[in-house]
Each structure stands twice: as structure tokens, then as C-alpha cells.
């Protein structure tokens, strides 16, 4: 998984240390294998807690829609600031 990383060194990510950012590299961009890794090592409940919480922020509108379907994710948070950024503007 180093590849999500790139940033990283990543012998220094750390399990539990790092949750947030593993789950959204893994949520957006992993393969079906780490997406399997994910939640065995997090569990279902942590990982759609974690979307509910941050998912409309830090994922592309694809990957939230997804994971709010494939988790049963009615309510979400999605402050004001976060829904503004991500309409695009009218003149596009």
C-alpha cells in the first residue's frame, strides 16, 4: 500500500496513528484486497463512521455516494464551508 503514500514514509505509518488517512487513501483509491484489509482491520462500523463524519470533505462525490450506498450511510455531516467548495461555479 505504500503507493497511497506518497508523502509518507511509510514504515512510519502507524496503524491506529494514521486511521483517518488510511481509510480515505484506501475509501478513494485502494484495490478490492486492501479495501478487504480495511475492514478487517477497522471493522464496518469504524469505517462508516468515519464517512459519516468526514467522508463528504475528504472524498471525491464518487467515492462518498459510493461508500454511503455500500454502508448504509443516511446522514452525514457536511458543513457549510465543505458544501460551498465543492459546487462548482455557474459559469462552468
Known amino acids: 500500500m505504500a503507493w ?44 462508516a463512521q468515519w464517512v459519516g463524519k468526514h467522508g463528504f470533505r475528504l472524498l471525491s462525490k464518487r467515492s462518498f455516494a459510493l461508500w454511503r450506498l455500500v454502508l448504509d450511510i443516511e446522514t452525514f455531516e457536511a458543513p457549510d464551508w465543505a458544501v460551498a467548495a465543492k459546487k462548482l461555479p455557474e459559469s462552468w
Open 4 to 47: 497511497l503514500f506518497p508523502e509518507y514514509a511509510f514504515l512510519t505509518i502507524g496503524v491506529q496513528s494514521h486511521q483517518g488517512v488510511i481509510i480515505e487513501r484506501v475509501l478513494e483509491r485502494g484495490s478490492w484486497e486492501q479495501v478487504r484489509w480495511l475492514f478487517t482491520t477497522y471493522g464496518e462500523t469504524a469505517v
